[in-house]
């Protein structure tokens, strides 16, 4: 359903809690900060690397309708 697929894209797929600080890396993949191990410099998705200037920030915009 519409609502399980939303509540999935807000939720850590590390974690699988609301995201707290996330950031989104070059493959597109978004995590929290503290659960993405900026030693490892791969994606725990899709094992793409990355630098540290390929991490942005991420804000999620919830808005009732």
């Keep these: 359903s ?3 697929r939303h ?3 807000a939720q850590c797929p590390i974690c ?3 995201y707290r600080n996330a950031i989104l890396i070059t493959c597109g993949h978004a995590f929290c900060k ?3 191990s900026k030693k ?12 540290d200037n390929q ?3 991420f ?3 919830y808005r009732n309708k």
């Design 34 to 36: 503290s659960c993405l």
């Design 7 to 9: 509540t999935l894209m």
């Design 40 to 51: 490892e410099k791969k994606c725990p998705l899709c094992n793409i690397e990355f630098d």
């Design 59 to 61: 804000i999620l915009n």
């Design 2 to 4: 519409n609502i399980r």
């Design 16 to 18: 699988k809690s609301n």
């Design 55 to 57: 991490i942005k920030p």
